[in-house]
């Protein structure tokens, strides 16, 4: 038996290969089916063929490392920024988004050994609020390389809230028993 003999497509009097599953005849289903194929055979090992992009969509594309709690009467955000400085820090509230940026340079040089290395990197994280805050009351403060901005809500956005209590009624049919 040759090779040539297991291929359908190749023998004789064989059709082209049919992409179908058994009993499936939806063409939508079939190219839904093969673009998502197509795509994850692509995308299968992006990291190692393009190291810097993997990096840049990878572990550094949400640093700074945030924390956003959203309490009755503000909404407070720390971000971890380590190894900075509050000069290097920029913090703006524009229509209703948080934006937290900053720069980082860091130059080490060892003349005994020979040795420097340099660090830039740069970083933005956009936070959408989703609320009304007093914009003039917010405050942000920055202490051994944790930066925390609180945000007063207005009163309108507080009197908006409310707490929904949880019954004992699990079907969802508004009705309890008892």
Do not use: C
Not at 99 to 107: F, I
Request: aromatic fraction near 6%.
């Amino acid at each position: 038996m040759a090779i040539r003999d297991l291929i359908p497509w190749g023998r004789e009097g064989s059709q082209a290969p049919n992409f179908y599953r058994e009993g499936e005849r939806d063409p939508f289903m079939t190219l839904h089916r093969e673009m998502n194929r197509l795509f994850d055979d692509a995308l299968r090992g992006f990291d190692t063929r393009l190291p810097s992009l993997g990096r840049a969509l990878g572990a550094n594309a949400n640093w700074p490392s945030l924390e956003i709690s959203d309490g009755e009467t503000e909404i407070r955000v720390t971000a971890e920024i380590p190894g900075m400085e509050e000069k290097d820090v920029e913090v703006m509230l524009d229509d209703g988004m948080l934006t937290l940026r900053g720069e980082r340079h860091a130059e080490t040089e060892d003349n005994d050994k020979q040795f420097s290395e340099r660090f830039y990197g740069r970083f933005e994280r956009r936070i959408p609020l989703g609320t009304e805050v007093e914009e003039d009351k917010v405050r942000a403060a920055f202490h051994n390389g944790v930066l925390t901005v609180t945000l007063p809500k207005t009163q309108r956005a507080q009197a908006r809230s409310r707490r929904i209590p949880i019954g004992g009624d699990k079907a969802g049919t508004g009705k309890s028993k008892h």
